[in-house]
């Protein structure tokens, strides 16, 4: 917004005139204008393009996205190992960790979801294995009173 030096009065940059007092806006305005209002407004929408091109998408393409494989597989294995989700949190952790090994930036969150995945399922599987085994022999030794 541009202020007539004479008034003070508002004033839109196409006018030649001050419509309160009539003083003539042209000659000063073209002085004032180009140094303050319209250089840095142009360099200004010039750098922002090129800003976004350039850090935003390779960073976000890079970073967030490819790494979700690993990043799912290991959260999964975790809960599976735990025994949150046993078995089936292992069995997609050693999925998605097969997956993001190739896929994935870093593959290492990956690998590591994947053995996770494998030590949680044998884990639990072994756990599984036993217990039955000894409701088995409970119910065998068990006298049949
Ligand atoms: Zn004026």
């Known amino acids: 917004m ?3 030096p004479q008034c003070g009065t508002k004033i839109v940059a196409s006018w030649n005139v001050c419509p309160n007092c009539g003083h003539n806006l042209k000659s000063e305005l073209v002085n004032q204008q180009p140094t303050y209002d319209r250089i840095p407004k142009e360099t200004y929408s010039q750098q922002k393009p090129q800003y976004q ?3 935003y998408q390779p960073y976000n393409y890079r ?3 490819n790494n979700t494989n690993g990043i ?3 959260i999964f294995g975790l809960l599976g190992l735990f025994g949150v989700i046993p078995v089936i949190g292992s069995i997609i952790g050693i999925v998605l960790g097969a ?3 190739n896929k994935d930036d870093d593959p290492r969150m990956a690998k590591a979801g994947l053995i996770i995945g494998i030590i949680g399922i044998v884990i639990w599987i072994a756990l599984y294995i036993w217990l039955f085994s000894m409701i ?3 119910f065998r030794y068990m006298p049949m009173d």
């Open 136 to 138: 088995f022999m409970m």
């Open 99 to 101: 997956v993001g090994k």
């Open 2 to 4: 541009n202020f007539c």
């Open 53 to 55: 091109v350039r850090q």
């Open 63 to 65: 970073q967030r996205s």
């Open 72 to 74: 799912v597989a290991l």
